[in-house]
């Protein structure tokens, strides 16, 4: 069995959800679990509708302007306004209606329910379509297969549950056809509905692939594979061919949100190969990422934009020592916030952190009684692997440098 990785950019119109149902048909003969995001843009739409109406704003015209988008590609597709596609699509989004009349006492919880609709409503056009074309596919709601514990928007994974109802649930059902099932979502035990943190759907292939050991996973990208830097900002990059798991791991610590960080590992334990594929070029062979000796390789740059630049300051003339540093490392820990750099001097201690506002606002709200803390939003965290002199003056030229530092081999810089 395969694993396909389809995600927002694959499936951002009508025209890309056709290309992305010929790369299905070429493979009509395997056994194959495709694994799908939002379309487009709709996860960002939903948030902000999220956002304003726990603001109590107006959300009437970006909820109209959602439901055309979708209308839209699922009319180009399937024309019939009879066919039950349409009908179904109506009632999701008269579901998503009745989740917005009310709200949720728990902001993150009521995120979940409402953020997942991207993932819903976008495999079952797609689901629909690849079965109006003549190729048999199953929905399958993943909310039934991916266990997570209550923690949202962040679910952490129940691997036993999650394995046995892969087991149950994918495996003997695969055989005669497709199943097609949503990334970035899963169920907790309490039953609601919960979210594997943004961008999440690589490593929903990941899981699915290691529970039922596929043969290989692949994610389907605009790009050509993994590049040495994003393409989009670097007309220079260069493919690699093939990377480590470790080598690839590396790189997605660090930012490269070419795949999700959470990805490698499951796929590395398995020892299933990865490969990252162009949707716009399907025959050309991509990156493969597996078991392998890596030489020396180029300089890799990876920019991590939306950072935000942290400082604790002790206020009483005492330095920083173990057991302040394990005051912020308790709270860090218990926010489940992400450290992406840390430096000390004598008095302070700076973190560079993703600018996620509601873990940010939490962490100070906690630390604010024993620190002095500043900080500093719209920062960018630029990692070098394998850093030259050159690379570091054409990243840093004419950028306000926050906070710097280097190894043997990495060099890291936040700035503006
Ligand atoms: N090292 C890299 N190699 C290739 N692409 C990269 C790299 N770093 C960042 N990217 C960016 O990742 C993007 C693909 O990821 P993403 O937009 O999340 O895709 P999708 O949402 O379709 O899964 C590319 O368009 C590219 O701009
Ligand atoms: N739609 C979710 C999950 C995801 O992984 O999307 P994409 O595959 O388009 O990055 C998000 O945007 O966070």
């Known amino acids: 069995m395969k694993v396909f990785k389809f995600g927002g950019a694959s499936v951002r119109n009508a025209q890309a959800v056709r290309n992305m149902a010929s790369i299905v048909e070429r493979y009509k003969n395997e ?63 008269e579901q998503l209606n009745n989740y917005l009349q009310k709200v949720d006492s728990n902001a993150n919880r009521y995120y979940d329910a409402l953020i997942s609709f991207g993932e819903l409503v976008s495999s079952h056009i797609v689901a629909h379509y690849l079965n109006h074309i003549g190729c048999p596919t199953q929905w399958l709601d993943a909310r039934e297969v991916i266990a997570t514990d209550n923690t949202a928007r962040e679910g952490k994974i129940d691997w036993e549950k999650t394995h046995e109802r892969c087991n149950q ?51 389907w990208k605009d790009v050509p594979g993994i590049l040495n830097c994003d393409p989009k900002l670097f007309a220079d990059a260069v493919k690699f061919e093939e990377l480590s798991y470790q080598e690839a791991a590396e790189m997605t610590y660090y930012g490269a949100s070419v795949i999700h960080p959470k990805t490698i590992k499951p796929l590395a334990n398995k020892n299933i190969p990865l490969w990252v594929k162009s949707f716009e070029a399907p025959e050309e062979r991509g990156t493969l990422i597996h078991d392998c000796i890596m030489g020396q390789l180029p300089p890799c740059i990876i920019i991590k934009p939306n950072q935000c630049l942290i400082t604790f300051k002790v206020t009483d003339f005492t330095f920083i020592n173990e057991e302040n540093l394990s005051l912020i490392f308790h709270s860090l820990d218990a926010l489940n916030i992400k450290i992406n750099v840390m430096q000390n001097t004598a008095i302070s201690f700076s973190i560079c952190v993703d600018n996620q506002d509601y873990k940010i606002k939490a962490l100070i709200n906690r630390l604010q009684d024993h620190f002095k803390i500043l900080y500093n939003e719209d920062l960018t965290l630029a990692t070098v692997k394998n850093y030259s002199p050159e690379v570091i003056k054409r990243i840093s030229e004419g950028k306000k ?10 060099f890291q810089a936040v700035m503006a």
């Open 31 to 93: 056994e194959l679990l495709i694994v799908l995001s939002a379309m487009g843009k709709t996860t960002n739409a939903l948030e902000s509708i999220w956002q304003d109406r726990l603001a109590e704003k107006n959300i009437a015209e970006k909820l109209e302007d959602l439901r055309t988008y979708h209308f839209g590609i699922l009319h180009e597709l399937i024309p019939d306004t009879q066919h039950p596609a349409a009908t179904e699509l109506a009632q999701w989004f």
């Open 169 to 219: 649930l994918i495996k003997p059902n695969i055989k005669n056809k497709r199943i097609i099932t949503q990334g970035f979502i899963g169920k907790s035990e309490d039953g609601y509905t919960t979210t594997l943190g943004r961008e999440g759907s690589d490593f929903t292939a990941a899981i699915v692939a290691s529970c039922l050991q596929a043969e290989s996973v692949s994610i």
């Open 401 to 410: 440098i926050y906070l710097e530092q280097r190894s043997r081999s990495n």
